[in-house]
């Protein structure tokens, strides 16, 4: 796995971490901070996807139930992406 | 009436009733009664009771009346005997008949060019030949994405429809479902129709779509509903936010995601709350990849229920009921290791581990105790080990045994019951290293289980047994910060893979100590039974029994 990815992918861990453990609803200030580095980092390298659900969670307007959503689908996402890495560097050995 | 008058459609049908057909709709022993029945019956009709008329066919055997409407099928069949459905008179009957049916020519100008039935234009005729409440049922069914495998044969359509146990379908072409089998043995079933609307729409004549908008009923999307809500207010909380009242809210949800059918949510939901019970409890700090592990796959399944038709099946989206057991006959299983264990759970026990050479699967039994039981019935799994029995056989004499399950019980997940009337027979004679299903090239190992993986990212595969064949081993080395101990061990090819133990109790305590003896001995593992699991990005044997170089006893490492 390359430096740049590993990099990316800490950082996407780290972030959740700190979403989940102060709230979708309350979240501190530099749990706000390392999503949005984060996300200008995701969207420099064509994830879209995702960087469109870390708008959503630092949308001050979007509803609670939205930024919860947004929250748990960010967390699949990087639960399958850490998973088939992982699954990859196995079978390459 | 002439044999060669039978009605053409009915001789299909009575020629397309071969030993599997027969022994679908009857079953073994009553195909081998009706056959001697049939076999003592003068060969001409004119020798014999049976008429052969355009409406109907009758025999007089062994002084009851047997009944055929034509144009023919099971459910036009009758016999005044007292047996329920099928008897083996009407067996005889049949294979009387269908020896008569061999002289019928069929008329090329009669000949089927149309469709088969399964695939008729006439679908309210199909509906009430199924069942109107089977058919309902089937169409909700087949926007869960059921597996059902199909085989359009030149005499019949056979399906093989998984819904928590396989049954096997075969719709004749003469006949129809009117004549179809099902190996659930009932005349109507969700069987039947499954296999008829899936070759429907494999064909383009069927959108499951078109009728029904919904995969689960109303009642099992609020328990989606209710998981999803439980799921937002704890993300929405966070962790630091936890309460008591959240938690016994999702305890609550356990229950009812069980009782809606959905055991694989209720485990899940269950592991993430005994984290977060730990948690608010102050017993152990809770790290985030616990909660991100646990949230992801339930998330994930939540979301896949939601869609119609579901994206996978629903029995591998929400689980199926392990434990309800089925009776199995004639099992035939290789005994390759046994395990005393002991839980995080507060439970301990004895394992068997057996290897299906026919189907390749993994069988297990198990005798457990929680340890409060065990201690206050001076119970242990190695006094379990040494002075008691499964289905009549000593548990100290099945390793390395074939053996045959004449009659148990077997749950969903392959694990062997031992209740009463359990029977095995062993032939006493030790499995040699060719039978057993060796694993020589770790490599390949390793490549299978990141298939296994890759194919649901979101649930990492539980521990996989495997037997290993080993080329090298090294010395071993113990962690003691971890309390991992580790032994490297090599495939011929160089390829390494660890053995490794978490001294969590005293039973893998007691199993290092024996690995380690081994090493001072000089002795090297030559084939080893055990788990395979993930660690990391490492894949890692968990040792349960192995034999060492030159020697042909094996050791149960446990006990």
């Known amino acids: ?93 | 009436m002439a044999a060669a008058q039978m009605n053409t459609e009915l001789a299909t049908w009575l020629r397309e009733l071969d030993d599997e057909f027969l022994t679908a709709w009857a079953n073994r022993g009553l195909l081998r009664r009706g056959r001697k029945l049939a076999e003592s019956l003068p060969a001409t009709p004119a020798a014999t009771t049976c008429t052969i008329g355009p409406d109907e066919c009758t025999a007089t055997l062994d002084g009851h009346q047997q009944t055929l409407q034509v144009p023919g099928g099971f459910e036009q069949l009758s016999c005044s005997c007292p047996a329920a459905v099928a008897c083996h008179h009407l067996i005889a009957f049949l294979l009387y008949l269908q020896k008569q049916a061999a002289s019928v020519v069929n008329d090329p100008a009669e000949a089927e060019t149309g469709p088969p039935p399964w695939l008729s234009d006439d679908l309210t005729a199909l509906e009430k030949q199924l069942g109107k409440s089977y058919y309902k049922r089937a169409q909700q069914l087949l926007l869960q994405a059921p597996e059902i495998e199909l085989d359009d044969t030149a005499g019949a359509l056979l399906a093989k429809v998984t819904d928590n146990e396989q049954y096997s379908v075969r719709i004749p072409r003469s006949l129809g479902v009117r004549a179809a089998t099902c190996s659930c043995k009932a005349e109507r079933c969700v069987h039947k129709a499954l296999a008829v609307l899936a070759a429907r729409q494999q064909a383009g004549l069927y959108d499951p779509l078109a009728d029904l908008n919904e995969a689960l009923s109303s009642a099992q999307y609020d328990v989606v509903e209710q998981l999803q809500d439980w799921l937002r207010e704890l993300v929405g909380q966070g962790s630091a936010g936890l309460s008591r009242a959240l938690l016994e809210r999702g305890e609550a949800l356990v229950t009812v995601a069980k009782q809606a059918d959905f055991p694989l949510l209720a485990s899940l939901l269950s592991g993430l709350l005994e984290r977060l019970n730990d948690e608010l409890a102050g017993r152990s700090f809770l790290q985030m990849e616990q909660l991100r592990s646990r949230l992801a796959p339930l998330w994930g399944r939540l979301k896949a229920l939601r869609q119609t038709p579901l994206p996978q099946s629903l029995q591998s989206l929400a689980g199926t009921h392990k434990r309800h057991y089925r009776l199995v006959q004639e099992l035939e299983l290789l005994v390759i290791g046994a395990e005393a264990w002991q839980s995080a759970a507060g439970f301990c026990g004895l394992s068997l581990h057996c290897y299906a050479p026919a189907s390749g699967e993994w069988y297990r039994h198990t005798q457990a105790r929680s340890l409060q039981q065990a201690e206050a019935s001076d119970w242990s799994p190695q006094q379990c080990w040494q002075h008691e029995s499964w289905g009549g056989q000593r548990f100290y004499n099945l390793p390395l045994r074939r053996i045959c399950v004449r009659r148990g019980w077997q749950s969903r997940d392959n694990q062997l019951s031992g209740r009463d009337g359990t029977l095995i027979e062993s032939d006493h004679t030790i499995v040699s290293e060719t039978a057993l299903p060796l694993s020589t090239d770790f490599a390949r190992l390793r490549a299978e289980y990141a298939r296994t993986m890759q194919g649901d990212p979101l649930l990492p595969p539980g521990p996989q047994a495997v037997v290993l064949k080993i080329a090298r081993t090294e010395a071993p080395v113990f962690d003691s910060v971890n309390q991992v101990w580790s032994q490297p061990l090599y495939d011929a090819a160089g390829q390494p893979l660890p053995a490794r133990l978490l001294l969590a109790n005293a039973a893998t305590a007691a199993m290092q100590k024996r690995l380690d003896r081994l090493w001072r001995q000089g002795k090297h593992w030559d084939v080893c039974f055990g788990w395979l699991s993930l660690r990391g990005t490492e894949l890692q044997l968990h040792p349960v029994s192995l034999r060492c170089v030159g020697e042909g006893k094996w050791i149960q490492l446990s006990l």
Do not use: F, Y
């Not at chain 1, 959503?56 to 509803?63: E, F, P």
């Open chain 1, 1 to 93: 796995m390359s430096d740049t990815l590993q990099h990316w992918l800490d950082s996407w861990e780290q972030c959740l971490d700190l979403w989940l453990e102060c709230g979708a609803a309350t979240p501190s200030p530099q749990a706000r901070q390392r999503l949005q580095d984060w996300a200008e980092l995701s969207a420099s390298a064509g994830w879209h996807e995702v960087q469109a659900l870390a708008a959503v969670l630092l949308d001050n307007s979007a509803a609670a139930t939205a930024k919860a959503d947004a929250l748990l689908d960010l967390l699949s996402w990087q639960q399958c992406t850490r998973r088939i890495i992982e699954a990859n560097q196995l079978q390459t050995g």
